[in-house]
């Protein structure tokens, strides 16, 4: 099998996937001085986050309807633009409210990307060469979610808007497409009725709705148990400073990279339902361990399975959805997984606390627990393999 990361297409689909990860991550060790330069407290910080995922929510259905009609570039490079230039503005902001309106334009440049870049990798390639580019792709996502930090944390040390800098990478990358990406493009058939009805058939199909509840799952551990409470876990419990709590979340990254970079081959050798059944072993793992853990080191294994089981689970789902949509209605069936995963980003953090407050923080984990029972449950019971045929 040819070295798929050196395709340039792909390694321009790997830069579109870094900006759609870079607004958050970047930012997130700026945000006490945010806080400072700003003067505001800590209930309005995460205003500065929220404001930007909003657009995502309220973009992402038309997104995929206009990139199957219109054509992925025709999306793609103006949203990275807006994101570039909306960003970099931030850096000029003088008021939390100046900031929040060019975050959520911001937003709206991002929102698309991180619908369009597992709907191209679907466009490029088939068969086994879908699942490995999508695994790196993956592993390209858990790189530059633990190096952002780091970047951004780098430039904050210049000043809380430093790390608005990042965003003008998009303007070059955004260039580069125009002139040098060669990518498939769907072509227009039909009427927008029919468009609509086809795709919509598509998405009731058992499988398609089996690999939809799997993402709401998987998100719905991310964002609650890990993002929202395991810095708690690890401050509370072990008196683990924003360093160390850093690096925990970068084992987790590391693993999830590792276990992605060979998701192509561990496709071919066990299978898609196999691999989606062991991510909910992994994530069960996880949940079960992580608040049993007697000291900060033994929080290691557990993030190390949850780390495997990102990198077994998203993945897949995104390869075997791409693989079920046509070219014509593969942006609609990742818009609706994106509004899924926002739905959960949302939700998560809501519920956890409520579960928190009510029943304390095993309980938090608990409820893990029972998202990678349905994970494991709809992997052994709902979804079939799709067999491989690589093209000629």
Not at 88 to 98: G, R, S, V, W, Y
Not at 106 to 120: E, F, N
Not at 284 to 302: E, F
Not at 334 to 354: D, E, H, I
Request: with cysteine; hydrophobic share 55%; proline share 6%.
């Amino acid at each position: 099998m040819r070295k798929l990361y050196l395709d340039k297409n792909l390694q321009y689909v790997f830069g579109i996937t870094l900006m759609a990860v870079l607004g958050v991550s970047s930012i997130i060790p700026a945000l006490p001085g945010i806080m400072k330069g700003l003067n505001i407290s800590p209930v309005q910080i995460g205003m500065i986050i929220s404001v930007f995922t909003l657009p995502g929510i309220l973009v992402s259905p038309l997104v995929g309807v206009l990139a199957d009609r219109m054509g992925r570039k025709v999306i793609l490079v103006p949203s990275l633009f807006l994101f570039g230039i909306a960003g970099f503005a931030c850096f000029f902001a003088d008021t939390l409210e100046q900031l929040l309106v060019l975050r959520f334009i911001q937003g709206m440049g991002a929102g698309p990307l991180g619908v369009l870049y597992a709907t191209i990798v679907g466009d490029l390639y088939e068969g086994r060469e879908r699942a490995q580019a999508m695994g790196y792709n993956a592993s390209v996502l858990a790189m530059g979610t633990a190096g952002f930090p780091a970047v951004g944390g780098v430039l904050a040390l210049l000043g809380w808007n430093y790390p608005f800098i990042l965003p003008l990478l998009a303007l070059p990358l955004g260039l580069a497409i125009i002139a040098f990406m060669d990518n498939p493009e769907p072509k227009k058939t039909g009427s927008l009725g029919k468009y609509f009805s086809e795709a919509l058939t598509r998405m009731k199909t058992r499988q398609a709705m089996a690999l939809f509840a799997t993402t709401l799952m998987t998100f719905m551990i991310l964002y609650g148990p890990i993002v929202t409470y395991l810095p708690i876990l690890l401050h509370t419990r072990f008196e683990a400073n924003s360093a160390t709590i850093g690096l925990v979340f970068l084992i987790a990254s590391g693993f999830t990279g590792l276990a992605s970079f060979q998701l192509g081959r561990l496709a071919g050798l066990l299978g898609q339902r196999t691999l989606l059944a062991a991510a909910g072993v992994f994530y069960g793992l996880s949940m079960l361990l992580m608040p049993s853990a007697p000291g900060l080191w033994h929080t290691v294994p557990p993030v190390i399975c949850f780390g495997l089981a990102q990198g077994l689970n998203i993945p897949t789902v995104m390869t075997m959805l791409t693989t079920i949509a046509p070219m014509e209605q593969r942006g609609a069936f990742m818009a609706a997984n994106g509004l899924l995963l926002r739905l959960a980003q949302t939700l998560a953090p809501m519920l956890t606390g409520g579960i928190y407050a009510l029943f304390g923080m095993r309980a938090v984990f608990l409820s893990g627990l029972a998202c990678a029972a349905v994970i494991c449950g709809l992997a052994l019971f709902s979804i079939d393999n799709i067999e491989h045929k690589d093209p000629a």
